[in-house]
């Protein structure tokens, strides 16, 4: 079956640096992505990587290895405002994205 | 970027009345929208495919009867939810894809948090 596991919760402090990790296992690959959803929100796109290597956007950067069936999204600098959930999807071999569960990181002062 | 537009954003329904929700893309034509809904603390669940000119494609366990859904045009999905019931109180979200099938990027609509008493 298809899976996408991210860590439930995690808590940062502002200022500081939080990198969330995202595993995949899916039927072909054509894509992840990352998005962030405030609470009673809905989701906007951060970032795509369909090559190995680093993207950086910012204060966010998303990474990604294929062989590994990984990815992290990092963001720097924290800002109270960062506090979301973000949701890790891999587009599949029918160009389906398939969803996690989302990560909801807590940014303390 | 491209915006898409959704409402109503929160309605309140007696149980068994029915309720639309729009969903438009704004400044671009949407041939696919997808419909997700998504309970507390959960993630994006995909309900349906909604295709212009076309049945939409319902996911398996989503009773394609009691969620029905219009693709008329290229920048309107409407979804009705018939006949609710308190169980299908949740947050719904419309997104749609901006140019190529194979484009995974969406873009979503604001979401409509439905509550049936």
């Known amino acids: 079956g298809q899976n996408i596991d991210q860590p439930t919760e995690m808590t940062a402090t502002e200022g500081a640096i939080v990198q969330i990790n995202c595993t995949y296992q899916?039927?072909?690959?054509?894509?992840l992505f990352w998005y962030q959803q405030h609470a009673g929100e809905a989701p906007t796109f951060l970032s795509y990587n369909v090559l190995d290597g680093l993207e950086e956007k910012g204060r966010f950067s998303s990474f990604l290895s294929r062989s590994k069936g990984y990815s992290y999204l990092l963001l720097k600098e924290l800002q109270m405002k960062d506090s979301a959930s973000y949701l890790c999807a891999v587009m599949d071999s029918n160009y389906q994205l398939i969803w996690g569960a989302g990560t909801k990181l807590i940014i303390k002062p | 970027g491209a915006v898409v537009s959704q409402h109503p954003s929160w309605v309140i329904c007696k149980s068994g009345t029915s309720v639309k929700i729009e969903c438009r893309s704004l400044d671009f034509q949407a041939t696919t929208m997808f419909w997700y809904r998504q309970f507390p603390k959960q993630s994006l669940m995909l309900m349906a495919t909604s295709n212009e000119g076309s049945k939409a494609t319902y996911e398996q366990g989503v009773e394609k009867d009691k969620f029905l859904i219009n693709h008329a045009s290229l920048t309107l999905s409407t979804l009705t939810v018939t006949s609710a019931h308190p169980e299908d109180s949740s947050f719904y979200i419309c997104?749609?894809?901006?140019?190529?099938?194979?484009?995974?990027?969406?873009?979503f609509g604001s979401g409509t948090q439905l509550s049936v008493l």
């Open positions: 997104s749609a894809r901006e140019g190529l099938a194979d484009s995974g990027k969406l873009f």
């Open positions: 899916t039927s072909g690959f054509n894509g």
